[in-house]
């Protein structure tokens, strides 16, 4: 099911905007965040127009974590974290995506809750998104 108002549904400018897509996996689409804060930050978009977790059968629940588990270790392997923050949030953007969002030791908010919008916002060269990409699709 897809909703013709959603970023991730239509894969519109707002989402190439904000998002690199990086690679399909077993229930959802893996994009790098262009906001790099948190070097290797990236976002899981289920396949499906779904705004709960709890609104997936139990396959599909388990298949979605199987995604998020899968994209947490690429990411770990590719940019080596202390610490993998995992959000689900979508109170505006009614679409059932998780941030992953790697820590590191004396990096911005360590040992907090991890911001969404960074002030002021931290963006890579095109070389060097490839080249976190590149990474991350070596681990998957």
């Known amino acids: 099911m897809k909703d013709n108002t959603c970023m ?7 989402l190439d905007s904000l998002m690199i897509y990086i690679a399909d996996l077993g229930v959802s ?17 289920y396949r499906d127009h779904v705004n709960e977790f709890y609104d997936l ?7 979605f974590a199987k995604d998020i588990r899968t994209a947490a270790k690429a990411i770990a392997a590719a940019v080596n974290p202390r610490k993998m923050n995992y ?9 059932l995506h998780c941030h992953l969002v790697p ?6 908010t360590f040992g ?8 002021p916002p931290k963006y890579l060269t095109d070389a060097e998104n490839d080249e976190i990409i590149a990474k991350i699709k070596a681990n998957l």
């Open 103 to 108: 820590k590191q030791e004396g990096g911005h």
């Open 87 to 95: 959000g689900m949030y979508a109170d505006t953007l009614a679409h």
């Open 29 to 45: 689409k893996l994009y790098l965040f262009r906001e790099q804060t948190y070097y290797g930050r990236c976002v899981l978009a």
């Open 8 to 14: 991730y549904c239509t894969e519109n400018e707002k």
């Open 112 to 119: 907090g809750t991890f911001e969404m919008n960074v002030n």
């Open 57 to 63: 059968s139990d396959e599909d629940a388990n298949a």
